[in-house]
């Protein structure tokens, strides 16, 4: 198991603290995934807590809650599942054609910190700054060679999840598209995964998400790869239309 040191970031004001369970009933069937602990804020929201597990075939996304809501993406399948508990219903999002046209201007840039910070998994961690138009879009801290397959999972997810987000944008006043809202959800959606694992990101909305403890050799229950049976399916598009 490894920790992500709070000093890392003096801004932030709170270190969660997480147990992993070590203890599994013999009758559950167990696989080992890569587990991987945030904390997260949205923009004039409280912390929360966010937890993911990455296998070679899927990533789930809750909020460390096994019974609870959470989001299945089936890797080999490209295929994002939202199962919503309360009422049995779970959201389908698969690969669509990105046909919305980008902004005539639409300049992106990144610029790099110079300054030092202390390692995360003996690797370095570089501060950068992604830019579109001038503005700040993404300011973020990354780790090359950290958590490798749970960043290309990541990037999967993204890439996915993108179609979808022009699906929704065409719905959305051009007054209200931003272009730094295109550029992290549309048409650039793993920009800030390309220069290693995030462990620390915030975006031009001051949402906030930060990795605080990881493990690489987690058994978790296979039953959590799962949908749940019994559930209605639909997609987005049939609540737009």
């Known amino acids: 198991m490894r920790f992500v040191s709070s000093s890392v970031y003096p801004f932030v004001w709170c270190c969660w603290a997480f147990l992993i369970p070590l203890f599994l009933t013999a009758c559950a069937p167990t696989l080992p995934v890569i587990a991987l602990f945030f904390s997260e804020k949205e923009q004039g929201g409280e912390p929360f807590q966010t937890r993911m597990l990455i296998t070679p075939r899927y990533l789930r996304i809750d909020e460390g809650n096994d019974a609870g809501d959470y989001i299945l993406f089936d890797r080999a399948q490209a295929a994002i599942y939202s199962v919503n508990r309360a009422d049995k219903t779970i959201l389908v999002i698969t690969p669509l054609k990105i046909d919305l046209a980008p902004p005539k201007l639409f300049k992106h840039e990144m610029r790099v910190d110079k300054d030092s910070y202390p390692d995360v998994g003996g690797k370095k961690v ?14 973020v801290f990354a780790v090359q060679g950290l958590l490798a397959e749970a960043l290309q999972a990541l990037r999967e997810y993204h890439q996915t999840l993108a179609g979808e987000q022009a699906a929704a944008m065409k719905h959305t006043p051009k007054e209200m598209q931003s272009a730094c809202d295109l550029a992290n959800h549309i048409f650039l959606p793993t920009r800030h995964l390309e ?16 990795l605080i403890n990881y493990d690489e050799h987690y058994r978790s229950d296979q039953t959590l790869f799962r949908l749940p049976e019994n559930f209605s399916h639909y997609r987005a598009q049939e609540r737009r239309d």
């Open 126 to 139: 570089k501060h950068y700054r992604l830019m579109t138009n001038q503005a700040r879009c993404y300011d």
């Open 195 to 210: 220069q290693g694992f995030p462990i620390r990101q915030e975006d031009m909305a001051g949402n906030v998400r930060q």
